[in-house]
Antibody, heavy 118, light 108 residues
Framework: QLQLQESGPGLVKPSETLSLTCTVS??????????WGWIRQPPGKGLEWIGS???????YYNLSLKSRVTISVDTSKNQFSLKLSSVTAADTAVYHCARAYYGDYGVWGQGTLVTVSS | SYEVTQPPSVSVSPGQTARITCSGD??????ACWYQQKPGQSPVLVIYQDTKRPSGIPERFSGSNSGNTATLTISGTQAMDEADYYCQAWDSGTAYVVFGGGTKLTVL
């Protein structure tokens, strides 16, 4: 059974870079036609798509975040990662990694809360 | 940028049919899916590719997508269906994803 697990610092200072990793177990990140994505949810608010990466390395980003986001994949570790630069308090959220097939995210990690504060 | 809009809240009596809409320009030309999220939990996919149900999702959940509107229908709504529901659109040409703002379904 495929499982995804987010990891990374729970506290990031303003203006710094948020870095998270999603470890995939129970399946290979490089197999089949899946998109591997990041979605966030500020406390008490709705879901926001951050972006995704395809097995061929192509990346797709939310236009509102594109200038600050980088998503990459490490197939040797079966992981994919998120970097979000120049963070502010508005970036405080639960960050989820998830797997999509044809755009629908059928498998999600449990999510990790990242707080931006000095 | 592309946007999809949902009503903030929908109320339904137990056993009745709940309908949650999602509106966007030519949404029917894109794929729509729906997620259920209960407090403190990750979202769960309940409808994908407009009308399909993942394994393990009850038959009372169904979906449609045509014109500018996608609809999630829950027939015979149960108390356990009370949750936030999010629609999501996906453009197969650009691989761009957008979520609706979410609808709180209250079963009372």
């Amino acid at each position: 059974q495929l499982q995804l697990q987010e990891s990374g610092p729970g506290l990031v200072k303003p203006s710094e870079t948020l870095s998270l990793t999603c470890t995939v177990s129970g399946g290979s990140i490089s197999s089949s036609s899946y998109y591997w994505g990041w979605i966030r949810q500020p406390p008490g608010k709705g879901l926001e798509w951050i972006g995704s990466i395809y097995k061929n390395g192509n990346t797709y980003y939310n236009l509102s975040l594109k200038s600050r986001v980088t998503i990459s994949v490490d197939t040797s570790k079966n992981q994919f990662s998120l970097k979000l630069s120049s963070v502010t308090a508005a970036d405080t959220a639960v960050y989820h990694c998830a797997r999509a097939y044809y755009g629908d995210y059928g498998v999600w990690g449990q999510g990790t809360l990242v707080t931006v504060s000095s | 940028s592309y946007e999809v809009t949902q009503p903030p809240s929908v109320s339904v009596s137990p056993g009745q049919t709940a309908r949650i809409t999602c509106s966007g320009d030519k949404l029917g030309d894109k794929y729509a899916c729906w997620y259920q999220q209960k407090p403190g939990q990750s979202p769960v996919l309940v409808i994908y590719q407009d009308t399909k149900r993942p394994s393990g999702i009850p038959e009372r959940f169904s979906g449609s997508n045509s014109g500018n509107t996608a609809t999630l229908t829950i027939s015979g709504t149960q108390a356990m269906d009370e949750a936030d529901y999010y629609c999501q659109a996906w453009d197969s040409g650009t691989a761009y994803v957008v979520f609706g703002g979410g609808t709180k379904l209250t079963v009372l």
